[in-house]
């Protein structure tokens, strides 16, 4: 009788402990995801934060079917010490163990970062951090930090040549320092061997090579003649001529709904006055990207020293090697402005 007494709870344990077995797989590994099929949710944890953020995040937007479930699962692996913050993505069917695993791995997903059409420090931190936990105001401070530079090996007027336009996959809590170290990284990539020679046979380092890419970019948006509107520019550095570019007078003003640079403009007096002082300005004065500066690296060889727009207003540019050449040039497309500027008149009447 006893042995059949304990024969009975024998089972009734077992029965019992595989049902409690059963009941703690069921909550770690079926979906506990309140998201339709395909549906999907990001949400941001903190880098100062604690786990505490992510009940209150899980809470807020009802991301569960269980919170309870959740929570004992986090408690019983220990998710408090392991937890880290990101930007993660929750998607529908995620079990409560796949999410306890991906926030203590730290597998969030990344932020893709475009930057192009920079003229600025302020432009540039508003753009990037925008879209990463630092924000503008610590990536602005940190890029305006002389020590930032120096780190480098660059100042804090060429400073920006650093950060070549394109688009980077970087995870949103990136600090200010880390996002500046990956574009040194990037820039490191890009100078390699050939394009390190191509700077010394022009004469110029990659820091001047970029800023001259600035310019270049400043004059036109057609690709198809920056190699050429390059070889202007440097065959007026290697005879010792002003560069008398107007977008580094533009940028040294700092008014940038200037779109035609009069006598006034030019007596402005900057360090990116080309007009008034030799050589390169000190620093760029937008972010070329990666296919201007090798426009710049493999310029056009010509005997060219001038160049003006196009009196068909096509962006394209008349090129020549005298200065009477020049002026003929110019006197054909002030010509054609004038007769348009007349015809926009008329028709404003």
Wanted: a positive charge; one cysteine or more.
């Amino acid at each position: 009788m006893k042995k059949k007494i304990l024969i009975v709870v024998f089972f009734v344990l077992l029965i019992a402990g595989t049902a409690a077995a059963w009941f703690v797989y069921s909550k770690a590994f079926s979906n506990n995801v309140n998201l339709k099929a395909k549906a999907e949710k990001i949400i941001y944890l903190p880098t100062d934060g604690n786990i505490q953020n992510l009940y209150d995040t899980l809470q807020k937007y009802e991301i569960l079917k269980s919170f309870s479930s959740f929570k004992m699962l986090a408690g019983y692996k220990n998710l408090e010490n392991k937890y880290k913050p990101g930007r993660y993505l929750i998607t529908a069917g995620m079990t409560n163990n796949a999410l306890v695993n991906m926030f203590a791995s730290g597998r969030q997903i990344p932020v893709k970062i475009t930057f192009n059409n920079i003229r600025t420090r302020e432009e540039l931190s508003k753009r990037v951090g925008s879209q990463l936990e630092c924000g503008e105001e610590s990536l602005l401070k940190t890029l305006t930090n002389k020590n930032t530079a120096e780190k480098f090996d660059l100042n804090e007027d060429n400073f920006l040549v650093l950060f070549i336009p394109n688009t980077y996959e970087l995870y949103w809590n990136t600090s200010a320092e880390q996002f500046i170290d990956r574009m040194h990284s990037e820039w490191e990539k890009f100078w390699t061997a050939d394009r390190m020679k191509k700077a010394e046979n022009i004469g110029l380092t990659p820091a001047e090579v970029s800023v001259l890419a600035s310019i270049v970019k400043g004059e036109t948006n057609k690709s198809d003649e920056m190699d050429e509107i390059a070889g202007v520019y440097i065959n007026r550095l290697n005879k010792g001529w002003k560069l008398q570019a107007d977008p580094t007078v533009v940028f040294g003003i700092g008014d940038f709904t200037i779109t035609r640079v009069l006598k006034k403009h030019l007596e402005f007096d900057s360090p990116y006055n080309t007009y008034m002082y030799e050589g390169l300005p000190p620093g760029p004065i937008n972010l070329p990207d990666a296919t201007v500066i090798d426009k710049v690296l493999n310029y056009t060889h010509h005997d060219y020293m001038y160049f003006c727009a196009r009196e068909d207003f096509s962006g394209y540019h008349n090129f020549a090697v005298t200065s009477a050449q020049h002026s003929a040039n110019a006197r054909k497309y002030q010509q054609a402005l004038n007769i348009w500027e007349k015809k926009k008149r008329a028709a404003g009447k």
